[in-house]
Structures are given as C-alpha cells and as structure tokens.
C-alpha cells in the first residue's frame, strides 16, 4: 500500500523507455537538488545519458552509483543501460566538468511533474548542513481583492456548486452588513467548462473570455497596465447587480471553438521569465483593476496543469470539494500529499500570509456517515496533508486540514442556470457553510486592520483579564467558598422544574469535578429552596411557604469561607426550630457513620441508621423499632418546617467503596431514600445526595441502567451547550466582553459562540487561517473520547490561559491581539499542559489506583514507551487497570483494520502524564474526537 492506501503493483517492465531512466534519477537526486559528490551535473534524453564529473578520477565512483540505481539494468563494461523493450539500450557519457543539469539553478514551478519529486524536508549535505531549497515561495501575499479557488480531483462532486453558493453567500452577507462588495467570478476550466454554460442563459453576454486574457497577459501587444486597463473596462460591461453589490463573471470561453484551440494556458504564465507565481499575480492584477473585493475562480479537476499553478499557490484560499468514495478521497489525497511539500510556515499560515487547503466533504448522508469508510476517508485525508512544521505546544487536535462537510440533496442533481443554482441552494448544507465562510470574510477586512496596529488600550485589556483571573480562581475550587453566584444549569433547571411544587428527592450523578461541591456550597448559601426556584427560573416568585436547605454531610475540603457559608445554612435551619435543635457537628456524623460501619450490618439496619440520624439532627428521637421516614415527616408537620437535607462528601467516608461490602451497603440504602419519600404524599420532607458516578456503580451492583435513568435529568454533566454557558457564566462574574446576566439563558449555541469571539476569538490564529475555531478545540482539548467534560477543567483552563496572558504579555503578543479579543491563541494553546498537569494531581489524589499507576508510568516506564496510541505489548498492563483507566476517562481503546486494540488518551491527561503522540497518530485521533464529539461541533 501507498501512503493514500492504493495497492502498490510492481511493473514487470522497469525501464520501458529513456523517460524511466530520467524518471528514476529524478527521485534519487530530488529533482537535481541532492546530487552525489562525485557528479557534477547529469542531463538524460532519448539517444544518451550525459554525466558530468568534478574530476578524471570520480569516474569509477559514478559508476558505483549507478550500480546503486539501476543494479543489473547497468553494465558497467559497455557503460549501458539495458531498456525492457526489445535489445534497446540507453548509452552513457561522461565528461569533466563540460555539462550542467538543465534547469539545475532555476525553480522548482508549480507542476505536479516537479513538485513530485521534492522531500517534505530538506535535503542534507554530506556535512548534514540543509541544502538550499529550489523551491521559493512568492515573497508578496495577495490581499485587496482575496483569490479564492475551487478544485476537485474527480469531477461530478458539487465543486461549481459549493463556488456558486460562496458566491451568493458573499452577496447575502455583504447586503446583511450594508456594504457594498465587489465580486469577480472565473470559469478556469478549459476542458469542461460548467459556469460558463450557465452564464448562457443571461440576457446580457460576455465579449472577453479567460481564453482572452491569458493570451494578451501573455503576448501583451501594448503595457501590461493598459492590457489589464482595456479588460476590466469589458468585463464591466455585463454586471450582476446583488443588494448593491456587484458580480462580474469571466467565462473560459466565449464560443465552443474557442476551447479547441488554447495555445496559451495557466502553465505557461508560470513558465515565464516574470516568474513561476505569474498565473496567481496575472488573476489578482485583473481583480485589481476591476476593484474587485473577492475573485473566485472555478478550476480544471484532475492533474492537470490547466490547475496546478493556482493548486500549489499559497497565496490563494483552495477549497477542496470530494465525495467519501474511495475514488475520489485517494485522488485528492495524493494531491493533498504533493502541496503538503511545499505547504507555507505554521506562522505564516496562523497570521493569514499565505493558506493550508480546506477540504469540503459533499454529497454526505446519515448513513454514509456513520459507515467506517467515512472514518477511513476523513483519516486518509488529514494524513494525507502532514507539512512538517508542527509547534510544540499544538495538541493533537489542532489541525492545519479544515474539513467541512455537506449533506445530499436531490434538488442540486440538475441545475443549468444562475438563478436555478440560488433558489436550489438556499436552503441547503452548502450555502450554510459558505454563509459561515462569508459571514467572516466580510468582517474579517475592519480586523486585520485592528491586529495590523498595536491596541492604544492595551492597558485596559490587560486589567479586564487580571478581573478575568481573579474570578476564575475564585470558582477553580468550589472548597474554598470564594465564589458567590450560581450557574443554573440543566440539571439544575430540571431540578426547578420538577419540583417547583413538591420538595426534591433526587441523587444528583456527576464525575469527579462536574460541580457536586459547588453546588452543594451555592444551595447552602441561597438557604432556602424557594429562594433557587426563584433564581432558576430568572423570576422573583412569591411562595406561600419556606423550605429551608440544611447541609448534613460535606466534604472534608471544604475551606474556611465555604464552611462558613454551610454553618449559617444550618444556623438559620435551627432558627427556623427557634433553636430548640442540637448544633449539627459534620465531624461528630462521620465518627457515627464510620462507626456503625464497623459492626456488621444489614440494609434494613442501615436504613434505620440513615432515618435515625437525619432524625436526630433537628432534635427528633424515634424509636428503634418504628423508625420511618413517615414519622420524620408527621414531626416537621407538627412543627411546620419544610425541610431539604442535603449530602455531600461521600467519598471521604466510604474510602474502600470498591472492595468493602459494608460501605456499599451503606450507600446503597441512602441512596434508595429519595425512592423511599416518594410514598409521602404532600411531604415536608426533602433529600438532595450529590453521588459521585464511580461510587454509585460500586454501591449499585444490581438495576444500575434503571436507577441512572430515573434521575438522569438531574445528573451533573456537562455538553456543548452547558460548556459555552459556562465560559459566558464566568464572563458575567468578571464583567468582561460585556457579559450580560440576562443573556445567559437566552443566547443560542451560534450565538455564544460569536459572543466569546470578544474573549479568545473565533479562531486559535488570524481569521482568515485554517486555525482551529477556539470553542471547538477548547471544547476538545478539555473532553475524552466518550464526550465527557468536567466543570472544572474548564474554569482551570481559562484561568491558566488569563494567568499566561498576564505573566507573558510580551510574548504571546497580547498587544497585537487584545483589539479582538482578551486572551491571545499562544495563551490559551500553552493553558493545556498546566490545565492537564492539575487534572493528573487532582484524580492522583481521589484515585489510589490511578496514584499507584502513575507512580509506576513515573518511575519505570521509558519516554520511548510513553506514546500514544500505545498497544498492550508496549506498556504492561492488567485488564483491571485499563477498566479503572478506561473509567477515569485516561484511556479509550480503538481497534483498527488488523481488530488490535489501540489505546488513545485524551489531551486533559496526556500532557499531564508526559506521555507524546506516535507519530502519524492525529489523523485518527481527530477521527475518533470526531465521533465523540459529533460534526457540528469539531
């Protein structure tokens, strides 16, 4: 197999022609730009081989070479070499110092046929010094109007389409923004020309074609100025007026005939002395003249050099159009492999210099989605492009490849006209796409101007993220009671909901870090239930009665001020029995619970255990034989005190929860007394248990599926939506980016989106790259592989990203990039080795067999080992501590074609633990993400 995953077939017939010779000599040298030091120079063609050597005495040595090349198609006697047609031979010459190589000093153009033959990195001399390359990029970027391009490998995938629906998205977004915008449209391919049929439906034609202005760009018979002058002046002749904005149209040719007869094509511009970058400069000096904003340019599909001197310009946007068929994805991949050789910098790619390709995946349906060759196709492709600059501090879900996707539609199968392809694409996944696109390019202009020029208030910028820091470490842990104000989340909105009316009998589910401390903390401080129905439902509600939250068991890390929260929250629960109760000790109830648990015990007695001392903490004995929840009530009743008992802390009392059979017992029964209260009608009587997930299975061995889903709508996970929401909580806390309380719950996950643009941008670099979208690789970088995502890693993030900021200013450039937005990309790419670095701590110390393990990785595992994917005869490792990884979230297992089991770990942990990616390994992590997280959002 080839890199694009084709069958490699070896030719029974090696050297057919002279051409093969060169052909061979060509991949030995680089293209001439590696030659062996004892040659000077080789020129092959059809009647001889001419060799020039630096001296009489190298001869012998250049025969060895050749031996080396060509093993026994060489004879060395007869200084031959044997063709496979026939007796036909290939002589061979050489000659001191008297021939060069031809083209050995000038440029590599932008051919398939020379780009082919060059390394992804360059050559090295026999002293290991880099040799200079002969492939030079264009010095200047093109800018004012942007070139835009459309390819295809194959033809039949929607390429004229998806050019077509950004075009019209261009139109649409510049009307929605009141500009008025500029737009000329090229109809590049001259061997099958597909807009230029459609254009022959307008009324108004045009009297120049592309044809045309190849030839006089290339044979100008007066000042090119002027040649470009007379052009414009025609192609504004036949104008598309769109909501004020205007649309020019070019077409390949103006007759059939014409397209018979094309002496003058792409590849001879790049052939001439101006330069190998002239089509690109030719394309842009007529956008120019035109005072166009944008030209887009629809090109030939396949090989063909009709196309490659714009596919291998890097000053030119390409979008890529396939399908997922195997056909088409090896195609283009193999193209993707050839402009990846000579793909720009990662820094003039992220500052918008020059573009990484972006691929647009068409014709997709559901089904065809979640088939495993759309997996293959997505992997093939990201392997395919692999420039070999990568930063440091990239994770494995940064991506130069951008890879959209749209869906079939029966309706796009038959289109002949302008109007036609509008009205068909309107409501369509392609025009959704090129809105997005077009949405950016029409503001990304006001932008760049911003980041071209330092912000005169970058000062201020910096003391909005020191208030930005501040908060987010005041909410990293909810232990310390710093942070006063509550996100109401979905579960905590369903938990209003649902109980608006009856008091809650829940267990709240969430993993470690998901908010169960926070917001058994923020519950404590409202007080009273009545005063977090109000709050959820973002309406002062008028009740009729009271019902007081009183904290029983919490956390053993809870800090001084949040101690001090919960000691007031069972303050007023004593005034609320005119002090009558005992003083509530949470030290004194863990003695009780770790004490019971060292008799043996039944559930019925564990029961009893749990009614007892919720019984006892406000003052109510019952006896030992008739203890029930029923009387708990009858008693709140008679003293008319609604009542929510709220547990935290768990895991600090049932520490051997996995092995212990008392401890899950334990649980086990208080976790089943929500269910018990369901049998009190009109209860006084409310219980709150934040669980963490791991206990509930251990406690849970029997109907686990059925308790999850009964209270599912209350668990403490975190999605896209919550996420975002999150970010924007933690922006109204810091009043930043002008975060608004009263948008919180209003905002959709579009809108958001564009709303934190003000906090870290849309995109991990300038908005015209192929960056990644912030939200989507913080989002990212911060989940497994299962999807999941905890609260706290988010706020750690953020935090780290503002602490960077303002520790570095100078270098993450926060004067450049603080007139858009507060934290800069290096900042918050550099935020996910500490973010990870805590979470390693973090579960090391909740987990001990996670502490145990990473003590072992520590001290007697080799760097070499600690990649992944890794196999388990790489790393020793027993089935139970892949569970117990593979349940944490460290591990996921995959298996391939070969059905080995692989296992990936997620960025949240893998920069923590030290571990590095394989090399090769990002195309089908971004694969696996992919399904984790779904397509709309990474």
């Given at each position: 197999?080839?890199?694009?995953?084709?069958?490699?077939?070896?030719?029974?017939?090696?050297?057919?022609?002279?051409?093969?010779?060169?052909?061979?000599?060509?991949?030995?040298?680089?293209?001439?730009?590696?030659?062996?030091?004892?040659?000077?120079?080789?020129?092959?063609?059809?009647?001889?081989?001419?060799?020039?050597?630096?001296?009489?005495?190298?001869?012998?040595?250049?025969?060895?070479?050749?031996?080396?090349?060509?093993?026994?198609?060489?004879?060395?006697?007869?200084?031959?070499?044997?063709?496979?047609?026939?007796?036909?031979?290939?002589?061979?010459?050489?000659?001191?110092?008297?021939?060069?190589?031809?083209?050995?000093?000038?440029?590599?153009?932008?051919?398939?046929?020379?780009?082919?033959?060059?390394?992804?990195?360059?050559?090295?001399?026999?002293?290991?010094?880099?040799?200079?390359?002969?492939?030079?990029?264009?010095?200047?970027?093109?800018?004012?109007?942007?070139?835009?391009?459309?390819?295809?490998?194959?033809?039949?995938?929607?390429?004229?389409?998806?050019?077509?629906?950004?075009?019209?998205?261009?139109?649409?977004?510049?009307?929605?923004?009141?500009?008025?915008?500029?737009?000329?449209?090229?109809?590049?391919?001259?061997?099958?020309?597909?807009?230029?049929?459609?254009?022959?439906?307008?009324?108004?034609?045009?009297?120049?074609?592309?044809?045309?202005?190849?030839?006089?760009?290339?044979?100008?018979?007066?000042?090119?100025?002027?040649?470009?002058?007379?052009?414009?002046?025609?192609?504004?002749?036949?104008?598309?007026?769109?909501?004020?904005?205007?649309?020019?149209?070019?077409?390949?040719?103006?007759?059939?005939?014409?397209?018979?007869?094309?002496?003058?094509?792409?590849?001879?511009?790049?052939?001439?002395?101006?330069?190998?970058?002239?089509?690109?400069?030719?394309?842009?000096?007529?956008?120019?003249?035109?005072?166009?904003?944008?030209?887009?340019?629809?090109?030939?599909?396949?090989?063909?050099?009709?196309?490659?001197?714009?596919?291998?310009?890097?000053?030119?946007?390409?979008?890529?159009?396939?399908?997922?068929?195997?056909?088409?994805?090896?195609?283009?991949?193999?193209?993707?492999?050839?402009?990846?050789?000579?793909?720009?910098?990662?820094?003039?790619?992220?500052?918008?210099?020059?573009?990484?390709?972006?691929?647009?995946?068409?014709?997709?349906?559901?089904?065809?989605?979640?088939?495993?060759?759309?997996?293959?196709?997505?992997?093939?492709?990201?392997?395919?492009?692999?420039?070999?600059?990568?930063?440091?501090?990239?994770?494995?879900?940064?991506?130069?490849?951008?890879?959209?996707?749209?869906?079939?539609?029966?309706?796009?199968?038959?289109?002949?006209?302008?109007?036609?392809?509008?009205?068909?694409?309107?409501?369509?996944?392609?025009?959704?796409?090129?809105?997005?696109?077009?949405?950016?390019?029409?503001?990304?202009?006001?932008?760049?101007?911003?980041?071209?020029?330092?912000?005169?208030?970058?000062?201020?910028?910096?003391?909005?993220?020191?208030?930005?820091?501040?908060?987010?470490?005041?909410?990293?842990?909810?232990?310390?009671?710093?942070?006063?104000?509550?996100?109401?989340?979905?579960?905590?909105?369903?938990?209003?909901?649902?109980?608006?009316?009856?008091?809650?009998?829940?267990?709240?589910?969430?993993?470690?870090?998901?908010?169960?401390?926070?917001?058994?903390?923020?519950?404590?401080?409202?007080?009273?239930?009545?005063?977090?129905?109000?709050?959820?439902?973002?309406?002062?509600?008028?009740?009729?009665?009271?019902?007081?939250?009183?904290?029983?068991?919490?956390?053993?890390?809870?800090?001084?001020?949040?101690?001090?929260?919960?000691?007031?929250?069972?303050?007023?629960?004593?005034?609320?029995?005119?002090?009558?109760?005992?003083?509530?000790?949470?030290s004194e109830f863990g003695d009780r619970i770790r004490g019971f648990l060292e008799s043996p015990s039944g559930e019925l007695d564990w029961i009893r255990f749990w009614i007892k001392e919720l019984s006892q903490s406000i003052g109510f004995s019952q006896d030992e034989d008739s203890v029930s929840l029923s009387h708990l009530n009858s008693y709140l009743k008679e003293k008319d005190v609604r009542l929510i008992f709220l547990f935290d802390g768990l895991e600090d009392i049932f520490t051997e929860i996995a092995t212990n059979p008392q401890q899950q017992t334990a649980l086990s029964t208080l976790i089943s007394l929500p269910k018990r209260l369901n049998e009190i009608r009109q209860s006084n009587l409310g219980l709150i248990i934040l669980l963490r997930r791991d206990f509930l299975r251990h406690s849970k061995t029997q109907n686990l599926a059925q308790f999850e889903s009964l209270y599912k709508p209350y668990d403490l996970s975190w999605d896209a939506d919550s996420f975002l929401r999150l970010v924007y909580w933690v922006c109204i806390q810091a009043?930043?980016?002008?975060?608004?309380?009263?948008?919180?719950?209003?905002?959709?996950?579009?809108?958001?989106?564009?709303?934190?643009?003000?906090?870290?941008?849309?995109?991990?670099?300038?908005?015209?790259?192929?960056?990644?979208?912030?939200?989507?690789?913080?989002?990212?970088?911060?989940?497994?592989?299962?999807?999941?995502?905890?609260?706290?890693?988010?706020?750690?993030?953020?935090?780290?990203?503002?602490?960077?900021?303002?520790?570095?200013?100078?270098?993450?450039?926060?004067?450049?990039?603080?007139?858009?937005?507060?934290?800069?990309?290096?900042?918050?790419?550099?935020?996910?080795?500490?973010?990870?670095?805590?979470?390693?701590?973090?579960?090391?110390?909740?987990?001990?067999?996670?502490?145990?393990?990473?003590?072992?990785?520590?001290?007697?595992?080799?760097?070499?080992?600690?990649?992944?994917?890794?196999?388990?005869?790489?790393?020793?490792?027993?089935?139970?501590?892949?569970?117990?990884?593979?349940?944490?979230?460290?591990?996921?297992?995959?298996?391939?074609?070969?059905?080995?089991?692989?296992?990936?770990?997620?960025?949240?942990?893998?920069?923590?633990?030290?571990?590095?990616?394989?090399?090769?390994?990002?195309?089908?992590?971004?694969?696996?993400?992919?399904?984790?997280?779904?397509?709309?959002?990474?």
């Amino acid at each position: 197999m080839d890199s694009t995953g084709a069958k490699l077939i070896m030719r029974s017939l090696r050297f057919i022609t002279w051409l093969d010779v060169k052909r061979l000599i060509q991949k030995e040298t680089l293209n001439g730009t590696k030659m062996p030091s004892c040659m000077s120079a080789i020129s092959c063609f059809s009647d001889a081989l001419e060799i020039g050597l630096p001296g009489e005495n190298y001869q012998s040595e250049a025969q060895a070479i050749l031996t080396e090349w060509f093993q026994d198609w060489y004879q060395k006697e007869e200084n031959i070499i044997r063709l496979d047609l026939g007796d036909s031979r290939l002589p061979i010459e050489f000659h001191e110092n008297e021939y060069e190589t031809s083209n050995k000093s000038g440029s590599i153009r932008p051919f398939w046929k020379e780009i082919a033959y060059l390394e992804n990195v360059l050559p090295e001399d026999d002293n290991g010094d880099k040799l200079p390359s002969r492939f030079h990029f264009p010095e200047h970027s093109l800018s004012s109007p942007e070139v835009i391009a459309f390819y295809s490998f194959k033809g039949g995938v929607g390429r004229t389409l998806h050019l077509a629906s950004h075009v019209f998205a261009l139109l649409d977004a510049a009307k929605d923004s009141n500009r008025k915008i500029t737009v000329l449209v090229i109809d590049a391919d001259l061997e099958a020309p597909g807009l230029t049929y459609w254009n022959r439906a307008e009324s108004q034609q045009p009297s120049v074609s592309f044809i045309d202005f190849l030839e006089a760009y290339h044979y100008s018979p007066t000042a090119r100025q002027a040649t470009l002058d007379i052009f414009a002046q025609e192609v504004q002749k036949t104008p598309k007026i769109e909501g004020g904005s205007t649309f020019y149209f070019l077409p390949a040719c103006l007759s059939d005939d014409q397209l018979l007869d094309t002496p003058v094509l792409p590849e001879h511009l790049a052939r001439s002395p101006e330069g190998e970058w002239t089509c690109g400069d030719a394309i842009h000096q007529l956008g120019k003249a035109l005072s166009a904003d944008y030209v887009l340019i629809d090109l030939r599909a396949g090989l063909s050099e009709i196309s490659s001197p714009v596919i291998f310009d890097p000053r030119i946007q390409r979008f890529f159009v396939t399908t997922a068929t195997e056909q088409s994805t090896a195609g283009l991949s193999l193209v993707l492999e050839q402009i990846s050789r000579i793909a720009p910098s990662e820094a003039d790619s992220s500052s918008g210099k020059f573009y990484d390709p972006s691929i647009i995946i068409s014709f997709l349906t559901q089904e065809l989605r979640e088939l495993p060759a759309f997996e293959n196709s997505l992997e093939k492709l990201n392997s395919a492009y692999s420039p070999p600059e990568r930063a440091e501090h990239d994770n494995l879900y940064t991506s130069r490849l951008e890879i959209k996707e749209t869906d079939f539609t029966q309706e796009l199968l038959y289109i002949n006209t302008w109007e036609e392809a509008k009205l068909k694409l309107a409501p369509t996944s392609v025009m959704r796409i090129a809105r997005e696109w077009a949405t950016s390019k029409v503001r990304e202009q006001s932008q760049v101007l911003a980041l071209d020029r330092e912000s005169e208030n970058s000062s201020v910028e910096l003391e909005e993220v020191r208030k930005f820091r501040t908060i987010c470490e005041q909410y990293e842990f909810a232990e310390s009671g710093k942070g006063e104000s509550l996100l109401v989340t979905e579960s905590l909105r369903n938990l209003a909901t649902s109980f608006r009316n009856d008091l809650p009998r829940v267990v709240s589910i969430g993993a470690k870090g998901a908010g169960k401390t926070f917001t058994y903390v923020q519950l404590s401080r409202l007080q009273d239930w009545e005063t977090f129905l109000s709050l959820a439902s973002g309406n002062a509600i008028d009740f009729e009665h009271k019902t007081h939250i009183f904290p029983l068991l919490q956390s053993s890390t809870l800090k001084d001020a949040a101690e001090d929260v919960v000691r007031a929250a069972r303050d007023a629960t004593r005034e609320a029995f005119s002090h009558t109760i005992p003083e509530f000790l949470h030290s004194e109830f863990g003695d009780r619970i770790r004490g019971f648990l060292e008799s043996p015990s039944g559930e019925l007695d564990w029961i009893r255990f749990w009614i007892k001392e919720l019984s006892q903490s406000i003052g109510f004995s019952q006896d030992e034989d008739s203890v029930s929840l029923s009387h708990l009530n009858s008693y709140l009743k008679e003293k008319d005190v609604r009542l929510i008992f709220l547990f935290d802390g768990l895991e600090d009392i049932f520490t051997e929860i996995a092995t212990n059979p008392q401890q899950q017992t334990a649980l086990s029964t208080l976790i089943s007394l929500p269910k018990r209260l369901n049998e009190i009608r009109q209860s006084n009587l409310g219980l709150i248990i934040l669980l963490r997930r791991d206990f509930l299975r251990h406690s849970k061995t029997q109907n686990l599926a059925q308790f999850e889903s009964l209270y599912k709508p209350y668990d403490l996970s975190w999605d896209a939506d919550s996420f975002l929401r999150l970010v924007y909580w933690v922006c109204i806390q810091a009043s930043v980016i002008q975060a608004n309380e009263a948008n919180l719950a209003a905002l959709s996950r579009e809108e958001l989106i564009l709303v934190l643009e003000r906090l870290w941008g849309k995109k991990l670099g300038n908005d015209a790259s192929n960056e990644a979208y912030t939200a989507n690789w913080v989002y990212a970088a911060l989940t497994d592989f299962k999807g999941k995502l905890q609260a706290r890693d988010i706020i750690r993030l953020l935090y780290h990203a503002a602490n960077i900021t303002i520790e570095n200013s100078k270098e993450v450039q926060f004067d450049r990039w603080s007139s858009n937005r507060l934290l800069p990309p290096q900042a918050i790419r550099r935020a996910i080795e500490p973010c990870s670095t805590g979470k390693v701590k973090e579960v090391k110390e909740e987990y001990p067999e996670f502490r145990r393990w990473v003590n072992k990785v520590e001290t007697e595992y080799t760097q070499d080992q600690k990649r992944v994917p890794f196999t388990l005869d790489t790393l020793d490792l027993d089935q139970a501590t892949i569970r117990m990884l593979e349940d944490i979230g460290v591990l996921y297992e995959d298996r391939g074609k070969d059905d080995i089991p692989r296992y990936y770990m997620p960025e949240i942990f893998r920069a923590g633990l030290g571990f590095a990616p394989q090399k090769g390994a990002r195309p089908r992590v971004l694969v696996l993400k992919r399904k984790a997280l779904g397509t709309n959002f990474l």
